[in-house]
């Protein structure tokens, strides 16, 4: 089978497609023939070598997939060959990396993919909901009623969040760096759109929140925003950093002003008792229809320097994915 393979550390032209053998289900695993691999920006920060998370070289990348069950291991009784389905292994004890036409792993991190949910969308469920839903449910305990800044809501983590954060029952403004990405973030559903681009952009948020600011920021990008995102937090709000490509100076005084919370979160940290709400949560959005992943660009799978490449550059909105056939 193609797969892509990283035998060295670097930039995304480490990532060479080359034949390798297809996996085999082992007990308690499944094969599944991947339709479509999502691409995660965490993933090109593993590729560089310079991330917490360094695999053994060489390796296959990809957590993210969605495809056909092909091979049923022994003791797997929830799944059968034929069934439509979506990897979500970043959490796996063993995966062959969904970059690749096969992927074996784990059969609790394979779960059935809803009929109405193309296989280009099932690539985009497994680390952006579940870092969503750890982040707003889990880890800011938010509430009904409250207001939830979105900081880089057009990515597929952000269109995650304002999704899970509508069904709850928030108040949703999200931010985005395009036109298209404001669109698009307005379109699933926030209550209010802010280009974090502009000048006054943070002006425009107090305005949306009656002067008041958010309770719950979900931080993309906290290298860049976390000090100015106090200007727009209420009183003992909370601040989840997801993502960050940096350092910051910082000054402590500022979470005192407010008695505020900064919450990191990182999906490898998340205890195993933890994780069944998590699936519970995010299949049961799937099932009901008000999670709806949100789909970019698609390339092919020799074509997945490119991929990386994209899913970094500022603007990219919806998920991005790698198709095998």
Not at 116 to 135: D, L, N, S
Not at 227 to 255: C, Q
Not at 295 to 302: D, I, M, S
Request: hydrophobic share 45%; aromatic share 6%; with cysteine.
């Amino acid at each position: 089978m193609k797969a892509i393979r990283v035998h060295q550390f670097g930039g995304p032209e480490v990532l060479q497609c080359e034949d390798v053998e297809r996996p085999v289900a082992a007990e308690g695993e499944v094969v599944v023939r991947i339709e479509a691999a999502g691409i995660n920006p965490v993933e090109a920060y593993i590729r560089t070598g310079t991330y917490a998370r360094k695999p053994a070289l060489p390796y296959t990348p990809g957590s993210d997939g969605a495809g056909v069950v092909e091979q049923a291991g022994r003791g797997v009784d929830a799944l059968r060959v034929g069934d439509r389905v979506y990897v979500a292994a970043l959490m796996a004890r063993r995966n062959t990396g969904t970059y690749a036409e096969y992927v074996a792993c784990d059969a609790a991190h394979v779960h059935p993919l809803p009929d109405q949910v193309t296989f280009h969308q099932g690539a985009a469920i497994g680390v952006p909901y579940a870092t969503a839903y750890r982040a707003l449910v889990q880890r800011a305990r938010l509430v009904a009623g409250e207001t939830v800044l979105v900081h880089g809501a057009s990515g597929s983590v952000g269109t995650a969040c304002v999704q899970l954060a509508r069904a709850l029952g928030a108040r949703v403004i999200g931010t985005a760096g395009s036109d298209a990405g404001l669109a698009l973030v307005a379109a699933e559903g926030a209550h209010g759109v802010a280009h974090h681009a502009r000048d006054g952009y943070l002006d425009a948020i107090l305005a949306m929140t009656a002067n008041r600011g958010a309770d719950v920021i979900v931080e993309m990008l906290a290298n860049v925003n976390l000090e100015r995102d106090f200007s727009v937090l209420a009183p003992y709000g909370r601040i989840v950093i997801v993502g960050s490509r940096g350092t910051l100076e910082f000054s402590p005084r500022l979470t005192m002003g407010k008695d505020a919370s900064i919450l990191g979160m990182a999906l490898w940290n998340i205890p195993p008792t933890d994780v069944p709400a998590i699936t519970a949560g995010v299949n049961a959005g799937l099932a009901a229809g008000y999670l709806r992943p949100v789909t970019g660009r698609a390339f092919p799978l020799a074509q997945a320097s490119d991929a990386h490449r994209a899913v970094l550059e500022p603007g990219a909105h919806g998920k991005i994915a790698l198709l095998p056939r």
